[in-house]
Antibody
Framework: QLQLQESGPGLVKPSETLSLTCTVS??????????WGWIRQPPGKGLEWIAS???????YYNPSLKSRVTISVDTSKNQFSLKLSSVTAADTAVYYC????????????WGQGTLVTVSS | DIQMTQSPSSLSASVGDRVTITCRAS??????LAWYQQRPGKVPKLLIY???TLQSGVPSRFSGSGSGTDFTLTISSLQPEDVATYYC?????????FGQGTKVEIK
């Protein structure tokens, strides 16, 4: 059974960089069949797609966040990561990692999510 | 970018009622539309993809329809466990935008 687990600091100071890692177990991240993505949800609000990438490095970003976002993959650790720079309180959210099929496809496996609060 | 608009934003219905949620895309997306259910405090769960294909394990009271710009999610007989917020998502191209969500409650 595929499992995804987010990890990283739960508190980040304004103007700093938010860094999260998603560890994939029960399957290989080095599959051309899937893309790996990040989605966030501010408290009490809706879902916002952030970015996705393949194990080979093909990436897609939400234009509204593109200037601040970097995603990367570490196939040796079966992990992928998110970095969001220059954070503000508006970046406070539950961050989910998820998997989708390569080519057009929905997110069929999700991590449990991790709350990141931006505050001094 | 293509915008996804859901209606209504919330609804209250009785157990056993038929419930319909609408999702409209600002441009045509063929059938590249998914529906997710997010129960309170839980992770979003894929219900339907390709506008009308039920994900494995999802009860048959859920159905989806539509193509192009207009889509619907129908719950044929609302159950207490269906209390949740439902989101549509386009996935033909990036950005893979979600609708704003529809909160379903029991009357």
């Amino acid at each position: 059974q595929l499992q995804l687990q987010e990890s990283g600091p739960g508190l980040v100071k304004p103007s700093e960089t938010l860094s999260l890692t998603c560890t994939v177990s029960g399957g290989s991240i080095s599959s051309s069949t899937y893309y790996w993505g990040w989605i966030r949800q501010p408290p009490g609000k809706g879902l916002e797609w952030i970015a996705s990438m393949s194990y080979s490095g093909s990436t897609y970003y939400n234009p509204s966040l593109k200037s601040r976002v970097t995603i990367s993959v570490d196939t040796s650790k079966n992990q992928f990561s998110l970095k969001l720079s220059s954070v503000t309180a508006a970046d406070t959210a539950v961050y989910y990692c998820a998997r989708r099929p390569s080519g057009p496809g929905p997110y069929d496996y999700w991590g449990q999510g991790t709350l990141v609060t931006v505050s001094s | 970018d293509i915008q996804m608009t859901q209606s209504p934003s919330s609804l209250s219905a009785s157990v056993g009622d038929r419930v319909t949620i609408t999702c409209r895309a600002s441009q045509g997306i063929s059938n590249y539309l998914a529906w997710y259910q997010q129960r309170p405090g839980k992770v979003p769960k894929l219900l339907i993809y390709a506008a009308s294909t039920l994900q494995s394990g999802v009860p048959s009271r859920f159905s989806g329809s539509g193509s192009g710009t207009d889509f619907t999610l129908t719950i044929s007989s609302l159950q207490p466990e269906d209390v949740a917020t439902y989101y549509c998502q386009k996935y033909n191209t990036a950005p893979r935008t979600f609708g704003q969500g529809t909160k379903v409650e029991i009357k």
